[in-house]
């Protein structure tokens, strides 16, 4: 597709339960970000990949969190044991690389809610 | 402690206005600077970035000016439309001291009434 691509839009989901949320980045780009927005804390970084590199887990609020990033394509945000302040948007973002001029483009956001 | 803020959090205009939205961020070493908007249940739209060599970027009806030494950038946008409210998002990469992420604003909601 032409732009980032996220599923599922929306998920609900029991406090406890694991998730999976999916990034489908934009073909050739090689920068790809995870990034939450949540009522109260505003937009989030939680973690940067770039091609083979290490990724940059820095933003990552607790080890309940992971991704990874199969292939150098499409990515996947897990959240075990979930909670209710993990209810938040989870946004997505890829860019043609990394620390460079060239702008972050976003998804939609899967919206997430903890009951 | 690098952060991102953004004056007004609300602003209401009638529709014609030309207006400015501030953004302020501390540390100006910064890499670049983007400007983005949101749209209710939406993700965010690139609008304009400005590199940190730059001194402002020009879209359209859209311009966002950068001056790192007082750590401020503003969005101009002229002769503002009712297709215009939305949240509008500033947000900084500092490159190397924080990688390339984006640290954002709290971001100005706007409202244009016809």
């Known amino acids: 597709g032409a732009g980032v691509s996220q599923s599922p839009s929306n998920k609900v989901t029991e406090k406890g339960k694991d998730v999976e949320l999916r990034c489908d980045p934009i073909?050739?780009?090689?920068?790809l970000y995870w990034y939450r927005q949540s009522l109260g804390q505003g937009l989030e970084f939680l973690i940067y990949?770039?091609?083979?590199?290490?990724?940059?887990k820095s933003g990552l609020p607790s080890d309940r969190f992971s991704a990874e990033r199969t292939g150098g394509s499409v990515s996947t945000l897990t959240i075990q044991r979930t909670q209710q302040e993990d209810s938040a948007v989870y946004l997505c973002?890829?860019?043609?690389?990394?620390?460079?001029?060239?702008?972050?483009?976003f998804g939609d956001g899967t919206r997430l809610s903890i009951l | 402690k690098q952060e991102v803020t953004q004056i007004p959090a609300a602003l209401s205009v009638p529709e014609g206005e030309n207006l400015v939205l501030n953004c302020s961020f501390t540390d100006s070493a910064i890499y670049n600077l983007q400007w983005f908007r949101q749209d209710p249940g939406k993700g965010l739209t690139s609008l304009l970035l400005?590199?940190?060599?730059?001194r402002e970027q020009t879209s359209g009806r859209l311009n966002a000016s950068l001056d790192k030494s007082s750590g401020r950038s503003t969005l101009y946008i002229a002769a503002s439309q009712p297709g215009d409210s939305a949240t509008y998002l500033c947000?900084?990469?500092?490159?190397?001291?924080?990688?390339?992420?984006?640290?954002f604003g709290e971001g100005t909601q706007l409202t244009v009434n016809p």
């Open positions: 990949f770039q091609g083979n590199s290490a990724p940059d």
């Open positions: 947000a900084v990469t500092w490159g190397e001291t924080s990688g390339s992420r984006l640290t």
């Open positions: 400005i590199q940190s060599s730059q």
């Open positions: 973002a890829s860019s043609g690389q990394g620390l460079s001029n060239q702008p972050q483009h």
């Open positions: 073909s050739g780009h090689t920068a």
